[in-house]
């Protein structure tokens, strides 16, 4: 049951995303719902540790992360990358 609720969520998404503008609106929405705060590109940053964040470009791109409550030196850095122009 757990893999379907993820793919009608998925779906959902999708249907709601025709286009980078609403991929990115859609985003951004969850993340907000989950604890992040948006960032300003033309801003300085106030980051503190363990915060969610993210950046949005042009209203098609959005960029999220969190930072480390330990030391990334130790932990490592993550990154993912996904795009918002598909399936449009």
Known sequence: MKNQSFNTSLLSFLKASPTPFH???????????????ELKENLDWDISVGGKYFVCRNASSIIAFTTPTLNFQQTGWRMVGAHTDSPC
């Open 23 to 37: 991929a990115t609106t859609s985003m951004k929405t969850a993340l907000i719902e989950k604890g992040f705060v």
